[in-house]
T-cell receptor, first 113, second 118 residues
């Protein structure tokens, strides 16, 4: 069965420091991987995705993610965190087409001033 | 502005009652989805529809029903058969597979409906 794991419930980082939110996947075939962000009591917003090509993908709001096939990981990164980046982040993978995504449990990012 | 509108934002229900959550989109998207969000469990797919008058069960369809009579609308009914209906429900849409391959996996979400069973 395909699955996505986010090993950290919460990540704390000081404003201005780099941040990493971890994601590992278990999918058959070529993985399609995604990151979404959710602000309190809101829907999810698409950040970025890896389908094929360059292992480093860039997305919205200065975020980027690195696809690592050997480690089956797709970690979300940002060089310098902002307090406004504080939110719930979800990693997701494709589940057999039709835009059916499997989501991880989510990681809460807290950026402190 | 184009987007997805979910209503109501908050809903309280007594046990044994059915309740219908509304989802309307004006993005001209073919595909629509319903997800359920519970703390610490991420999102789980309830139902999805790729085209009008057609829909398929997701991973947790038991106790739920949907209809897709219009392209713009995909209402979800939480029936009394759903054992633990208290949750945050999210509706999403996408252009549909094959319509815009570059946008694959990019779902547009509504702001959600929070259902509480008393």
């Amino acid at each position: 069965a395909q699955s996505v794991a986010q090993p950290e419930d919460q990540v704390n980082v000081a404003e201005g420091n780099p941040l990493t939110v971890k994601c590992t996947y278990s999918v058959s075939g070529n993985p399609y991987l995604f990151w979404y962000v959710q602000y309190p009591n809101r829907g999810l917003q698409f950040l970025l995705k890896y389908i094929t090509g360059d292992n480093l993908v860039k997305g919205s709001y200065g975020f980027e993610a690195e696809f690592n096939k050997s480690q089956t990981s797709f970690h979300l990164k940002k060089p310098s965190a902002l307090v406004s980046d504080s939110a719930l982040y979800f990693c997701a993978s494709d589940s057999g087409g039709y835009n059916k995504l499997i989501f991880g449990a989510g990681t809460r990012l807290a950026v402190h001033p | 502005d184009g987007g997805i509108t979910q209503s109501p934002k908050y809903l309280f229900r007594k046990e044994g009652q059915n309740v219908t959550l509304s989802c309307e989109q004006n993005l001209n998207h073919d595909a629509m989805y319903w997800y359920r969000q519970d703390p610490g469990q991420g999102l789980r797919l309830i139902y999805y529809s790729q085209i009008v008058n057609d829909f398929q069960k997701g991973d947790i369809a038991e106790g739920y029903s949907v209809s897709r009579e219009k392209k713009e609308s995909f209402p979800l009914t939480v029936t009394s058969a759903q054992k633990n209906p208290t949750a945050f429900y999210l509706c999403a849409s996408s252009p549909g597979q094959g319509i815009n391959p570059k946008a694959y996996g990019e779902l547009f979400f509504g702001e959600g409906s929070r259902l509480t069973v008393l």
